[in-house]
């Protein structure tokens, strides 16, 4: 299963805001992330009884949430309109405070850890996955990307290309969304607009964490309601 972030999108109003440079953002740190999980792990609880196991409550969670970040209409209407009200809920009560968080730049993987607590808690035998640290994915993207991002920027920019990013085995997606952080934190999203992001991975609940997370760390097209494109390999072969 291969996934792509497809940085080309059709832009919509309002029009793309006037940037003059390459403004740093500060990033939260990781300690509201791991309060979030927290807080989702909770949510997960309550609303077991309105689904078969844990295990189907997050699994169906980021199935409606997927498709509600990537404006997939129809997918999450037809995926809302099997589910009773309550259960709805629980999705929903998941997604706003997991959007609220990236919108205040808290650039961080939460999902991937929520994923792992449910297999270990539950024995969720089919879960059973470990996923890198944000901590230390943190650590290798700087040492992969350098203090000279900014530089790279303008050259890639220059020269009219973009920086490609690529993660083989994809999980969560931690590994792209620190890279995402050590690039706002020097080159601002500006500078975030010259690379791409690409992953793959054979577990489609990953496929839609990476989406999801991924998504909403776009801050230049979320801010301007653009789309994000992300497709799967398979899809493309059909």
Not at 23 to 33: F, H, K, L, N, R
Not at 56 to 83: C, H, N, Q, S
Not at 171 to 191: C, D, E
Request: aromatic share 8%.
């Amino acid at each position: 299963m291969q996934l792509t972030l497809d940085l080309t999108a059709v832009e919509t109003e309002p029009q793309e805001p006037e940037l003059t440079g390459y403004e740093p953002i500060t990033c939260a740190e990781t300690d509201v992330a791991r309060g979030l999980v927290r807080d989702i792990i909770k949510i997960i609880e309550k609303g077991g009884v309105y689904y078969e196991s844990y295990n189907d409550v997050f699994l169906r969670t980021v199935e409606v949430i997927e498709a509600a970040v990537l404006y997939e209409e129809d997918r999450y209407m037809e995926l809302i309109g099997k589910m009773r009200p309550e259960a709805v809920k629980v999705c929903v009560d998941v997604m706003k405070p997991l959007m609220r968080m990236y919108s205040d730049y808290v650039v961080c993987d939460v999902l991937g850890p929520v994923y792992m607590e449910i297999a270990s808690r539950w024995k969720c035998s089919g879960l059973g996955q470990y996923f890198t640290p944000f901590d230390i994915c943190e650590m290798m993207a700087q040492m992969q990307l350098g203090d000279d991002i900014l530089d790279q920027v303008r050259q890639a920019r220059s020269e009219g290309r973009r920086i490609s990013i690529c993660d083989p085995a994809i999980g969560s997606g931690a590994m792209l969304l620190a890279a995402k952080k050590v690039i706002l934190k020097q080159a601002g999203i500006k500078g975030l607009r010259q690379f791409t992001f690409n992953g793959q991975d054979l577990d489609m609940t990953c496929v839609r964490m990476s989406k999801i997370q991924l998504a909403l760390t776009d801050y230049w097209y979320m801010g301007n309601r653009l789309i994000c494109a992300a497709h799967d390999a398979r899809s493309q072969n059909k």
